[in-house]
């Protein structure tokens, strides 16, 4: 991946967050993060180069399927993936219903993100 991309993590667990901001760091990426789900549609509705949002579906405040659906009511451009440790075939409908683009499971698999966000971006 070489193209630049500015990168919002909503993520409330700290060692997650950290794995995937090195991540992306090596990579290059520009990397925000929101701790919880307000923050992330605070974010979100007041920074307009956010070109991905991963969101974590258990986040204190306000879960990630609710802001979700808040940040789509005024942002349908962001592509945003869910990140969760539930692997249920209606976990992931209940996220694309909410308006994420896209689903993954915990633990993150390096290999299988880069796949996921390559649909959404030409790297």
Do not use: H, W
């Not at 967050?17 to 307000?38: D, E, W």
């Not at 993936?81 to 683009?101: E, M, P, V, W, Y």
């Not at 896209?102 to 633990?107: A, E, Q, S, V, W």
Request: charged letters at 30%; aromatic letters at 6%.
């Amino acid at each position: 991946m070489s193209k630049k991309i500015n990168i919002l993590i909503a993520e409330d667990d700290e060692s997650s967050f950290l794995y995937l901001k090195t991540l992306f760091s090596k990579m290059g990426y520009s990397v925000l993060r929101a701790s919880n789900g307000q923050e992330c549609v605070d974010i979100v509705a007041n920074d307009n180069t956010i070109d991905l949002l991963l969101m974590d579906i258990r986040m204190p405040i306000i879960d990630g399927l609710n802001a979700t659906k808040k940040i789509r009511e005024t942002n349908s451009k962001i592509i945003i993936i869910a990140q969760t440790s539930f692997a249920l075939d209606d976990d992931r409908k209940k996220a694309l219903d909410a308006g994420c683009n896209d689903y993954i499971t915990k633990p993150i698999i390096k290999a299988k993100l880069i796949q996921t966000i390559e649909k959404y971006f030409k790297l």
